[in-house]
């Protein structure tokens, strides 16, 4: 039941994260453009051209926030890796704890490192 649970989430998860993709892919751009406006403003020599990097910035600035539920896309990202974690360490851990109890050999050992303390 638990691992349907994880998978029904999973699902849900990439389902938002799909439906973000296109303000995840704006946000990048945007935040790589005021980057480089931020270069091309330390570079500019004259006051109109600082003038002019500023108001492209703030427009860029201002698309980077209108497209800021991007995050929730990014969160759902987060949220399938976490999935994905937590779905390959139950089953390691399951095997590893089933090897262990049906090997005969464990329990002679314990019993051996008892016996020779």
Do not use: C
Not at 28 to 33: A, D, F, Q, R, Y
Not at 66 to 78: E, K
Not at 95 to 116: G, M, V, Y
């Amino acid at each position: 039941m638990k691992k349907f649970l994880l998978f029904v989430a999973a699902l849900v998860a990439l389902g938002v994260l799909l439906a973000n993709l296109g303000p995840m892919i704006l946000l990048g751009v945007s935040v790589w453009l005021l980057y480089v406006v931020f270069k091309k403003f330390i570079k500019s020599d004259s006051t109109v051209g600082k003038v002019a990097w500023v108001i492209l910035g703030l427009i860029i600035l201002s698309v980077a926030v209108s497209n800021i539920y991007a995050v929730i896309g990014l969160a759902a990202a987060y949220a399938i890796y976490l999935i994905y974690k937590n779905w390959t360490t139950h089953d390691d851990a399951d095997q590893i704890s089933q090897a262990r109890s049906s090997d005969p050999f464990t329990n002679f050992e314990k019993q051996w490192a008892e016996l020779n303390k």
